[in-house]
Structure formats: structure tokens, C-alpha cells
């Protein structure tokens, strides 16, 4: 587990600076979906999604992965999560 880098401050000075990430979870008719998004802190904008019934690692991996491919940050970018078991 890496340090909280961000430490609350929630602002950027600039777009794929800082994306913030989580998982939502969404009551259906056949049971709980899990939703692992990643949001740009400049723009405000999602930039990457996954929806899956299960909530692992490879969720946030195909948001992260989303992410990355529609935007192709820099190499300094810096990635913010809840530090939860699928961050890890």
C-alpha cells in the first residue's frame, strides 16, 4: 500500500494530474452490481468505468485500464483510491 500522496487536497492544477477512484455498488432485480469508477480532479470528468456482479481487483483494473487508454496520461500521474483490498 503506497502513502496518501493527495493527503485531502483535492484539487489539480491541470487535466491527468490527479484521478480519484471507488466502487458504488447499485441494487438490481438480479442481485448487487458493482460500478469501480476513476475521475479526473481537474475536469471532473469519468474517465474510465467497469461494472461487474462480483467487486475483485480486475474491476478496478478495467476501469484503471479504461482510464488509461482514453486518455494516455503521463508518466507523474497520480492516482488516488480508499486504499481498499482491490487497491492493493
Known amino acids: 500500500v503506497y502513502d496518501n500522496v493527495l ?9 491527468n494530474q490527479a484521478w480519484v477512484s471507488d466502487i458504488t455498488y447499485i441494487w438490481t432485480h438480479e442481485g448487487w452490481l458493482y460500478l469501480a469508477g476513476v475521475k479526473d480532479l481537474y475536469t471532473k470528468e469519468l474517465v474510465g468505468y467497469a461494472i461487474n456482479k462480483r467487486m475483485t481487483a480486475d474491476l478496478v483494473c478495467h476501469a484503471l485500464n479504461m482510464a488509461i487508454k482514453n486518455k494516455r496520461p503521463a508518466k507523474k500521474l497520480i492516482v488516488h483510491s480508499d486504499r481498499g483490498s482491490q487497491y492493493c
Not at 7 to 15: C, E, G, I, S, V
Open 7 to 15: 493527503d485531502q487536497k483535492f484539487d489539480a492544477n491541470r487535466p
